[in-house]
């Protein structure tokens, strides 16, 4: 049974340790590229091979596809994993990787393709009996269809550009004497911001929390779903914090979220790895969001609960192996959280905080993994995310797992940058955090309360 | 005065671009003669490895050059400040603070700063060759030819300065690829060491994803030794010959 014999890993820091990893538990050789900015990161010695292939713009190496298929041909690589971010989810990159006879770890190019869009991606869920966000059928040009939708929906509705983007161009409508003046400073505002005043009509989600379905599956037809991960704690529409399972689901609700997220993928004929993000508001209906395909940063969450290996089965099915499991193998076993590390200011509103890590511990011992490519004696380049490291804790329990993730907290040193640890620190300790009853306004909320007296 | 400050911020950034280039280019000398990649050992390519050695041979250099930097920077503010001069000694001051900068931030280690009576500035700088340097750490470095390295594709920006004459430039692969020296396997080799060549015609090919990509050099020059076997992998900035500048 012959899985690659070399994988390139098209991509750069902690997930590229990642897929090295597993690239080593599996037998296969790996080969990693890397810009100007990467040349002393010590990740890269761990690789078989290494190859720079540009400048320290994105642009000028890990966004080009052409640096990147070179590299694959002079190493003789036979796969090509893309991890998160960069060509990930980069349809034209996976047909010419396939047109120049490698194989792409992920899902087909017309998969990638078609999730990619919004309007596919929603009309694909509703052929599929998935519930999306009730709204209006695309954009809404008059008052009296604002008016009518708004009345078909039921208030509280959201009026929303479709250009939209950081809360512009957003109104929030309780009652219907609101909606007309809602429709036309919402149009206004996203005339001004954007250039193009187009809004469409959602019903308000309300206590919206942020919940996606981990799927997988091989091209003999196996598609399987493998939990949730409840990633509600974000500031910003970026994830902070994510843990598995959610406190919001119960064994019902899973399974029909998972029955779902499967049928979705399904008739998308996906394969590999992917992500299916619902919306569960306060009545624990559930509404597709959209549909990742790729493997996740918060991927070890779930492979903590599970006890599977994402990156090494997403390979295996790659490789045109099935699936190494089947649903009812898939146990979600005790709690995991998972802090993304990032070198980030949070007392200057998160903004990067790049330069030499003088010092570094990695916390460690029962139940804690750290998936990081830092060390002390690292530079933090500006040129790419600022996410530096991910810090995930299993535990037989919830309340154990937050214990364990305060003591890897209080373990993990960092020296000479700002980090998000110290603002981990502060969510583990809020009550409403502890409860488990939250919803995508934590972090708003939790930073109101700071500057309350 | 702004234009000559101007033509100073310039030479200090090409010069600098050779400076710290020079090592890079050196280390990969030693190491350019294994494959790139596809190593026997299938273990790590040769520009990786020079890469911990690149590394450790930058410290020492930089160390000494910031020391002489500052022996440099009090001898020249003492001269100026005895210089008769229509600014006041505050601004003239921030001038040399500034100036200072300058060095630091483009490892620069000679910079003569004179001023006349008409207020006209004279200003030269220099990031090698002068009086009492062939001893200590830096004796090395400059006894070792003059390396400009600059990818293909930036030649425009990064041409080296004339004043070089006697120096050496390191040619480097602007692509990822396999290197060829002749157009096909049966065509004679576009050029071999002792040639001269110009920055208008092909030396070599590049193939990627099946494209044989010509590459032409960013200089003119004679070509001192090509630092690749034919039909070896390179990667991005690996030199690929050494040409000596006229």
Same mark, same amino acid.
């Given at each position: 049974?012959?899985?690659?014999?070399r994988?390139?890993?098209?991509?750069?820091?902690?997930?590229?340790?990642?897929?090295?990893?597993?690239?080593?538990?599996?037998?296969?050789?790996?080969?990693?590229?890397?810009?100007?900015?990467?040349?002393?990161?010590?990740?890269i010695?761990l690789?078989?091979?290494?190859?720079?292939?540009?400048?320290?713009?994105?642009?000028?190496?890990?966004?080009?596809?052409?640096?990147?298929?070179?590299?694959?041909?002079?190493t003789?690589?036979?796969?090509?994993? =893309?991890?998160?971010?960069?060509?990930?989810?980069?349809?034209?990159?996976?047909?010419?990787?396939?047109?120049?006879?490698?194989?792409?770890?992920?899902? #087909?190019?017309?998969v990638?393709?078609?999730?990619?869009?919004?309007?596919t991606? !929603?009309?694909?869920?509703?052929?599929?009996?998935?519930?999306?966000? #009730?709204?209006?059928?695309?954009?809404?040009?008059?008052?009296?269809?604002?008016?009518?939708?708004?009345?078909?929906?039921?208030? #509280?509705?959201m009026?929303?550009?479709?250009?939209?983007?950081?809360?512009?161009?957003?109104?929030?409508?309780q009652?219907?004497?609101e909606?007309?003046?809602?429709?036309?400073?919402?149009?206004?505002?996203? *005339?001004?911001?954007?250039?193009?005043?187009?809004?469409?009509?959602e019903?308000?989600?309300t206590? =919206?929390?942020?919940?996606?379905?981990q799927?997988?599956?091989?091209?003999?037809?196996?598609?399987v779903?493998?939990?949730? !991960?409840e990633?509600?704690?974000?500031?910003?529409?970026?994830?902070?914090?994510?843990?598995?399972?959610?406190?919001?689901?119960? #064994?019902?609700?899973?399974?029909?979220?998972?029955?779902?997220?499967?049928?979705?993928?399904?008739?998308?004929?996906?394969q590999?790895?992917g992500?299916?993000?619902?919306?569960v508001?306060?009545?624990?209906?559930f509404y597709?969001?959209?549909?990742?395909?790729?493997?996740?940063?918060?991927?070890p969450?779930?492979?903590?609960?599970?006890?599977?290996d994402?990156?090494?089965?997403?390979? !295996?099915?790659?490789?045109?192996?099935?699936?190494s499991?089947?649903?009812? *193998?898939v146990?979600?076993?005790?709690?995991?959280?998972?802090?993304?590390?990032n070198?980030?200011?949070?007392?200057?509103?998160?903004?990067p905080?790049?330069?030499?890590?003088?010092?570094m511990?990695?916390?460690?011992?029962?139940?804690?993994?750290f998936?990081?490519?830092?060390?002390?004696?690292?530079?933090i380049?500006?040129?790419y995310?600022?996410?530096?490291?991910?810090?995930?804790?299993?535990?037989?329990?919830?309340d154990?797992?937050?214990?364990r993730m305060?003591?890897?907290?209080?373990?993990?040193?960092?020296?000479?940058?700002?980090?998000?640890?110290?603002?981990?620190?502060?969510?583990l /300790? *809020?009550?409403?955090?502890?409860?488990? /009853?939250?919803?995508?306004?934590?972090?708003?909320?939790?930073?109101?309360?700071e500057?309350? =007296? | 005065?702004?234009a000559?400050?101007?033509?100073?911020?310039?030479?200090?950034?090409?010069?600098?671009?050779?400076?710290? @280039?020079? @090592?890079a280019?050196?280390?990969?000398?030693?190491a350019?003669?294994?494959?790139?990649?596809?190593?026997?050992?299938?273990?790590?390519?040769?520009?990786?490895?020079?890469a911990p050695?690149?590394?450790?041979?930058?410290?020492?250099a930089?160390?000494t050059?910031?020391?002489k930097?500052?022996?440099? @920077?009090?001898?020249s503010?003492?001269?100026?400040?005895?210089?008769?001069t229509?600014?006041?000694?505050?601004?003239?001051?921030?001038?040399?603070?500034?100036?200072? @900068?300058?060095?630091e931030?483009?490892?620069? &280690?000679?910079?003569?700063?004179?001023?006349?009576?008409?207020?006209?500035?004279e200003?030269?700088?220099?990031?090698?060759? &002068?009086?009492?340097?062939?001893?200590?750490?830096?004796?090395?470095?400059?006894?070792?030819?003059?390396?400009a390295?600059?990818?293909?594709?930036?030649?425009n920006?990064?041409?080296?300065?004339?004043?070089?004459?006697?120096?050496?430039?390191?040619?480097?692969?602007?692509?990822?690829?396999?290197?060829?020296?002749?157009?096909?396997?049966?065509?004679?080799?576009?050029?071999?060491?002792?040639?001269h060549?110009?920055?208008?015609?092909?030396?070599?090919?590049?193939?990627?994803?099946?494209?044989?990509?010509? &590459?032409?050099?960013?200089?003119?020059?004679? &070509?001192?030794?090509?630092?690749?076997e034919n039909?070896e992998?390179?990667?991005?900035?690996?030199?690929?010959?050494?040409?000596?500048?006229?």
């Open positions: 049974l012959s899985v690659f014999r994988i390139l890993i098209a991509n750069r820091g902690e997930i590229a340790l990642r897929v090295i990893r597993a690239c080593k538990a599996m037998g296969i050789e790996s080969v990693v590229v890397y810009s100007e900015a990467d040349r002393d990161a010590s990740y010695e690789a078989d091979e290494a190859v720079c292939i540009g400048a320290p713009k994105a642009a000028k190496s890990y966004l080009d596809t052409n640096r990147v298929i070179a590299a694959a041909e002079i003789d690589s036979d796969a090509i994993h =893309p991890g998160y971010g960069f060509l990930s989810e980069n349809s034209r990159f996976v047909e010419v990787v396939e047109a120049c006879g490698f194989t792409f770890i992920g899902p #087909p190019a017309s990638i393709a078609s999730m990619g869009d919004k309007n991606a !929603r009309a694909m869920a509703r052929e599929a009996d998935v519930p999306i966000v #009730p709204g209006s059928d695309g954009i809404v040009g008059t008052e009296d269809e604002a008016k009518l939708i708004a009345d078909e929906l039921g208030y #509280p509705v009026v929303k550009a479709t250009a939209g983007g950081g809360g512009r161009g957003m109104r929030l409508v009652s219907p004497g909606l007309l003046t809602a429709f036309h400073s919402a149009r206004s505002e996203a *005339d001004l911001a954007f250039g193009n005043p187009d809004v469409y009509i019903r308000l989600v206590g =919206p929390r942020h919940v996606e379905i799927i997988i599956g091989d091209e003999h037809g196996n598609l779903h493998l939990g949730e !991960r990633c509600s704690i974000q500031r910003r529409h970026q994830k902070l914090l994510e843990e598995s399972p959610s406190m919001a689901l119960d #064994p019902e609700l899973r399974e029909r979220m998972g029955a779902a997220a499967v049928e979705l993928c399904r008739r998308a004929g996906y590999n790895a992500t299916v993000e619902f919306l508001d306060d009545r624990r209906r597709f969001m959209e549909l990742n395909a790729r493997v996740q940063v918060e991927h969450v779930t492979e903590m609960v599970t006890g599977i994402i990156v090494q089965e997403q390979i !295996r099915v790659a490789a045109g192996l099935p699936l499991f089947r649903q009812e *193998d146990r979600l076993e005790g709690a995991s959280i998972e802090c993304r590390i070198a980030e200011d949070c007392d200057h509103d998160f903004r905080s790049c330069g030499l890590i003088k010092r511990f990695h916390p460690g011992g029962t139940g804690v993994r998936d990081t490519h830092a060390y002390g004696g690292y530079t380049s500006p040129h995310d600022s996410m530096i490291g991910k810090l995930v804790v299993h535990a037989p329990t919830r154990e797992a937050i214990g305060q003591r890897a907290l209080e373990e993990c040193v960092i020296e000479g940058i700002a980090t998000t640890v110290p603002f981990h620190r502060k969510i /300790d *809020d009550p409403r955090f502890r409860s488990g /009853d939250y919803d995508t306004s934590f972090i708003a909320g939790m930073q109101t309360d500057e309350a =007296p | 005065v702004a000559r400050k101007q033509a100073v911020r310039k030479t200090a950034a090409a010069r600098k671009k050779t400076a710290s @280039k020079k @090592k280019g050196a280390d990969k000398r030693t350019g003669k294994k494959p790139a990649a596809r190593s026997a050992s299938g273990k790590q390519t040769a520009a990786k490895q020079a050695r690149q590394a450790a041979a930058k410290k020492p930089a160390k050059t910031a020391r930097k500052t022996a440099r @920077k009090t001898t503010k003492a001269a100026a400040l005895r210089k008769p229509r600014l006041g000694n505050s601004a003239l001051l921030e001038e040399i603070e500034a100036l200072a @900068k300058l060095m931030e483009h490892a620069l &280690i000679d910079v003569s700063f004179a001023v006349d009576a008409s207020g006209t500035k200003i030269h700088v220099s990031r090698g060759g &002068i009086p009492g340097i062939a001893h200590g750490a830096l004796a090395q470095p400059v006894a070792a030819p003059v390396l390295q600059t990818p293909a594709s930036d030649a920006e990064d041409a080296p300065e004339q004043k070089f004459e006697e120096s050496l430039h390191a040619f480097v692969s602007p692509m990822v690829g396999t290197f060829y020296r002749a157009p096909s396997p049966e065509s004679p080799a576009f050029v071999s060491v002792g040639d060549v110009e920055p208008t015609g092909p030396v070599c090919i590049i193939e990627a994803m099946k494209v044989m990509n010509e &590459i032409t050099p960013d200089v003119g020059g004679d &070509i001192v030794s090509i630092e690749v039909g992998a390179v990667e991005f900035g690996q030199t690929l010959m050494l040409i000596r500048l006229r």
